[in-house]
């Protein structure tokens, strides 16, 4: 099992950046593959990037990708997601989540075994 906490969050101007961390504890964290999704209020859950446990691949929400990046740590234990040229309608909460398969890039939320609480992103017009 793995406990994920997610930090980095803000308000931020449209164009601005943002980093968000996710650190895991408990079992070994190169087990899983790491996913970043988001949900807006009153809209489901969605994908928006994944990377594989040695971080040799990553997959993108096309909504995202070119602006966003996914990297990890294993050595920290932690997940990053680097978020510019952020837009309003990147506003949303951030989660994080670990799949124990741990090759997989998969886009869907059932995929993933373990989640952290969030952390709130604002970008203000």
Do not use: H
Not at 23 to 51: C, N
Not at 73 to 90: F, G, H, I, R, W
């Amino acid at each position: 099992q793995v406990q994920l906490v997610e930090s980095g969050g803000g308000l931020v101007q449209a164009g601005d950046s943002l980093r968000l961390s996710c650190a895991a504890s408990g079992r070994t964290f190169s087990s899983y593959s790491m996913g970043w999704f988001r949900q807006a209020p009153g809209k489901e859950r969605e994908f928006v990037a994944a990377i594989n446990w040695s971080g040799s691949g990553t997959n993108y929400a096309v909504s995202v990708k070119g602006r966003f990046t996914i990297s990890r740590d294993n050595a920290k234990n932690t997940v990053y997601l680097q978020m510019n040229s952020l837009k309003p309608e990147d506003t949303a909460v951030y989660y994080c989540a670990a799949n124990d398969r741990r090759w997989e890039l998969t886009m869907m939320t059932y995929n993933y075994d373990y989640w952290g609480q969030g952390t709130q992103v604002t970008v203000s017009s």
